[in-house]
């Protein structure tokens, strides 16, 4: 009877190894392992660090949540045009990825006011160029003059995608940044 107690109380005990780590120290690794990360590997696997950057233009990410089909942030539509236009041009932007990284950071730019859509345009590619330098990433010229003219580029991790006006949807212009390990059903904008 005595080995019997002996032995559960040492087959108890070796199953109490060291705790599991707390909430502040599981940050902690994760931060740890980002810092030695740099340019599109930091982005695409620091998605808080990504959704702050990103609200640093003032777009008011929400937090970025499981959405039931994986992880997503959305941002609130930020006027790009001229504020007395009937219908503004507004930009929003759209994360989508995993609990542990990104696979697309989508910005949307809803073109309402062709008379300022030039100017709408500039802009954006002026906060997709300060958004990358948060990152140290030198904004490619090809993937700006294509922002800034409006026209379709395929340049992984980039593309810039012209999506024409239906449904009563205004035309756009996505800038989409897609992780290269992303599957196709992920990289889907939102507008």
């Known amino acids: 009877m005595r080995a019997a107690i002996a032995l559960i109380l040492t087959a108890t005990l070796a199953g109490c190894g060291k705790p599991a780590p707390s909430v502040h120290e599981q940050e902690a690794a994760k931060v740890a392992s980002v810092s030695t990360l740099s340019g599109w590997d930091r982005l695409f696997a620091s998605p808080q660090e990504t959704v702050g950057a990103i609200n640093q233009a003032g777009f008011g ?6 959405d039931g089909e994986g992880f997503a942030a959305s941002g609130q539509p930020r006027m790009y045009s001229n504020s007395n236009a009937k219908v503004p041009n507004t930009v929003r932007v759209d994360v989508v990825g995993t609990a542990d990284a990104i ?8 073109l309402t006011d062709d008379a300022d859509a030039t100017t709408a345009r500039m802009r954006l590619a002026q906060t997709v160029g300060e958004f990358l330098g948060r990152f140290k990433i030198k904004a490619d010229p090809r993937l700006l003059k294509a ?4 026209t379709p580029l395929d340049q992984p991790p980039a593309r810039v995608a012209l999506v024409a006006a239906a449904n009563g949807a205004p035309a756009r212009i996505d800038v989409t940044f897609t992780r290269s390990a992303a599957t196709a059903n992920t990289t889907k904008t939102q507008g």
């Open 61 to 66: 990410l929400g937090a970025y949540a499981g």
């Open 147 to 150: 922002i800034r003219l409006g």
């Open 103 to 110: 696979d697309t950071v989508t910005y949307a730019l809803a």
